[in-house]
């Protein structure tokens, strides 16, 4: 877990090993920020590709079951002339 500095702690610093602390306190904040956006990329990224892939299923089983339909509006139509 990441430990946010107090003022007192950068206060007691001397102006040179201030800067540095800052310095790395901020590399380390970027880093988890740069991870805390990935994550979220990559996950909406999933969510994406789930809604497509059940988007396309969802397709596919409609054209499925439309042709399924058709078939029996078809046989229906013919044993109606016979």
Not at 22 to 29: A, D, G, N, Q
């Amino acid at each position: 877990m990441l430990r946010l500095p107090t003022p007192m702690t950068i206060w007691k610093l001397n102006s040179e090993s201030k800067c540095r602390f800052i310095i790395r306190h901020l590399k380390h904040l970027s880093i988890i920020y740069l991870l805390y956006t990935y994550t979220i990329n990559s996950l909406q990224e999933m969510f994406e590709k789930r809604r497509r892939r059940r988007e396309s299923h969802n397709a596919v089983e409609r054209r499925r079951r439309d042709n399924i339909n058709e078939r029996i509006q078809g046989e229906k139509k013919e044993n109606q002339f016979r």
